[in-house]
């Protein structure tokens, strides 16, 4: 009695672990539909393509059914595949397919590739939804994998300012001015005056070329008006002095004539 029970409970085991083993087998083997690349990490703007494909994992799919949605990604284009049977052709506005294979297939082929643009910083998502995939004449599968993506803010340039470097100065030693003494009083000393002092007292000498005995006179008297220094504003001053005070004398003596002629 107690080895029939054993025997009960080792039959029953090995029937349970055969049923576990060909369930999984049968989920591995099962035609799938997927999305390439699965997962990617995008900037917002930035476009990229996504394949959908099926698997017949060794069965042969002749007919592919459903709708595809995006979430945080714009559709900019679906474009269907060669070799196929187009019964009802995706578009963005309308993303249902319903896609035959000629010959039918058992292996991985490209059904339609989408051109999407990442929209939002977060999470983006390509999923299926009403999936049906038929084989000779009867439903297979309807095992799908979608793709899951990040969205990313693009990375602000960073502006460098260029700086602006003060070109150094020269080193060479400034030679001191030494004072000088005079011929005349050795122990006397002329302390030099700077480049611009010097500059501003230079005195412009007025020459008069004496050519004739009246140029020459000329030229005497203003040196005599010029005060012996030559210099022509000062030439130009006396004179006026001269004009202004002959001017004042004429004046004078022609009023006091005709005061006295008034009082005869």
């Known amino acids: 009695m107690g080895n029939m ?6 039959l029953v085991s090995v029937v349970y672990v055969s049923f576990i083993t060909a369930a999984n087998f049968a989920v591995a083997a099962s035609p799938s539909v997927f999305i390439s690349p699965a997962n ?11 394949s959908t494909r099926v698997d017949g994992a060794g069965q042969k799919v002749c007919v592919v059914e459903g709708k595809i949605s995006l979430n945080n990604l714009s ?26 294979i000629q010959g039918c297939n058992s292996a991985v082929k490209n059904l339609f590739t989408i051109t999407v643009k990442a929209a939002n910083s977060g999470g983006a998502s390509a999923i299926f939804s009403d999936l049906d995939i038929v084989g000779e004449g009867v439903s297979i599968s309807n095992i ?35 004072p000088q003494t005079t011929q005349e009083n050795p122990g006397e000393q002329v302390i030099p005056q700077p480049e611009e002092e010097q500059t501003s007292n230079l005195v412009v000498p007025v020459v008069f070329e004496t050519g004739t005995d009246s140029t020459g006179l000329l030229a005497s008297v203003a040196n005599i008006l010029s005060f012996g220094t030559g210099k022509a504003w000062l030439l130009v001053i006396s004179v006026a002095i001269i004009l202004i005070i002959f001017a004042s004398v004429v004046i004078y003596f022609v009023k006091k004539f005709r005061k006295e002629k008034i009082q005869q």
Request: charged share 10%; with cysteine; hydrophobic share 35%.
């Open 144 to 178: 799908s994998t979608g793709g899951n993506y990040t969205i990313t803010a693009p990375v602000a340039p960073t502006l460098v300012i260029p700086t602006l470097v003060t070109p150094p100065q020269s080193q060479l030693p400034v030679a001191e001015s030494q």
């Open 5 to 10: 029970l054993k025997n009960r409970k080792i």
């Open 75 to 100: 559709c900019q284009s679906i474009a269907v595949s060669d070799g196929l049977s187009v019964q009802t052709s995706p578009t963005c506005a309308n993303p249902a397919f319903l896609l035959g």
């Open 40 to 50: 990617l990490e995008k900037e917002i703007g930035q476009s990229f393509d996504l």
